[in-house]
Structure formats: structure tokens, C-alpha cells
């Protein structure tokens, strides 16, 4: 099926670029297409509602701590075991933010050819002309791989873009890559955080690669299905595309999948306090 072309000005994410890599054919649907397609993504449906609803309020939660909010009034809204668990997880680890300056909720954006890539972070701690932390906060139930994650089109994207869209928070100079570090931290795990850091040679691998995928993206007309039919059994498409009615299992979840129970600022809608 030929497809319209992406709009010029398009703006890529992490998240539309890891439905590309899953699956050409979800990225069609949702991004092109805009389809909405209402299957249940996981089973116990409610279970994994609840799952994301935590998720974007732990995230709210952190972001309005750092930026000044009584712990006190805050504390109010872990009114549930995971919520509970996962505030005293965060209260309780010594972040390194001692004399960096805080950006919470930082969206970053740089031309690609005649699209545009953008970056939001949960948070970016900076002490210009030494380091630059990005944070990401993960509530995931299992801990991915460290591999895993330095893999993934999230954390590619992340880096990359604060070295190219960045340099106002350096004072006017990017960032030098061995810089930066990216932290994954795990709201159930908080003593073991995935740390990243990066250089010039990874730089310049995934900035290659990004903008080769983007390039890719723009040029194609057919977007196949995934071959791999596991990458169905939670995606809200599959009985649009016929790979089956039944959800997958939320307790069943391979790290890769865990993605579809994620969150992150491109998702949250704001959570009045
Ligand atoms: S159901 Fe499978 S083939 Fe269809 S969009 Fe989802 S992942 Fe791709």
C-alpha cells in the first residue's frame, strides 16, 4: 500500500523511532496514518492502566520536588503501594545535583534534512564546562539489561541531541561528548541505576545512524509488517493487522516489550496539585 508522504517539518522522537525499528508498519499507522485502534494492549487490562497512571504521577511527582514543592504536600499523593515504595526509593538516594543547575522537563529539537528531531527529558543537571547528567526515571517492575538500554533509540537520542541542540546550557558551547552521562533510574531498584556515558565515537556513530533512519523514514512508501510476530502480542494494532485479538500477558513481558507500559513527557498530560 503506498503511503502519503511524512509531512515536511515532521517531528521525530525516541518513541516514533523505536515503533519504526520495531515495526515499520506500526509507525505507518500511528504517525502517518494516525490511526487510533482501541485494542487492549495488555492483560489484566486495569492492571496495566494503573501501571501508567502511577508511572506519569511518580513522574509528576519527582518533577514538581525538584523544582521547589514541599515534600510534605507531595508525600500525599503516594497513596499506593508502588506509588509509596517508589517516593521513599527516591527521597531516599543521594543524587548527584550538589552545584548543578536543574532543567526539568527540557525539550530539546534540531533540524534533520527537512525534519526535525526533539528530545524531552524528565531531567538535565548541568555544571557548564565540566559535566552534564541526563536522568530518566524508569518505573519498570523488571530491570532491563544495562546492553539494553545503551541500545536503545531513547538513549541514542537523548545524548546525541544534547551535544547538537544543547550548547545554550554550556554557555553557548556544545557539550563535549565524554561530557555527558546518561542515568536510567529505576524507581524499584534504586541502588543499581544504568549509567552511560558516552564519547566521540558513539557520538558520531548513533548521530549517523539517526539521521540515516530519519533519512530512510522520509524516503519510504511501503512499511512492512514486523516479522517478528512477538513484537504483536502487545501492540494495539494487531487485530487491525490481523496478528491476533488476544493481548499479551503484562507479567510476561520481555524487557523489549516493556516499552509499551512506558512513560515519558511525550505521554504525560498534566497532573494539577
Ligand atoms: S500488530 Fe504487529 S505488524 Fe501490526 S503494527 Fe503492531 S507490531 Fe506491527
Known sequence: MDSPLLPSGFAFSQSSLQDYSDCPRRFQLRFIEQLQWPAVEMEPALENERRQQEGQLFHRMVQQHLIGLPVEKLARLANTPDLSRWWENYLGHKFELSGYA???????????????????????????????????????????????????????????????????????????????????????????????????????????????????IGNHRHFPLAEDEKKCAYCPYRSYCNRGVKAGIIDEMAESEQIGSEVNFEQIAEIEF
Not at 559535566?131 to 538500554?149: G, L, N, S, V
Not at 552511560?196 to 545512524?209: C, F, G, S
Open 102 to 216: 536543574l532543567r526539568t522537563e527540557l525539550t530539546l529539537t534540531a533540524p534533520v534534512g527537512t525534519y526535525r528531531l526533539l528530545a524531552k527529558y524528565d531531567l538535565v543537571a548541568v555544571k557548564p564546562g565540566a559535566r552534564a547528567f541526563i536522568y530518566d526515571w524508569k518505573t519498570y517492575h523488571k530491570r532491563p539489561r544495562d546492553e539494553w538500554m545503551a541500545a536503545r533509540l531513547q538513549t541514542r537520542v537523548y545524548r546525541a541531541m544534547l551535544i547538537h541542540a544543547g550548547g545554550f546550557l554550556n554557555g553557548g558551547h556544545p557539550f563535549l561528548p565524554e561530557q555527558i552521562e546518561m542515568i536510567y533510574w529505576y524507581a524499584d531498584y534504586p541502588t543499581e541505576p544504568a549509567r552511560l556515558p558516552y564519547n566521540t565515537a558513539q557520538q558520531k556513530r548513533d548521530w549517523d545512524a539517526l539521521t540515516g533512519l530519519i533519512n530512510e
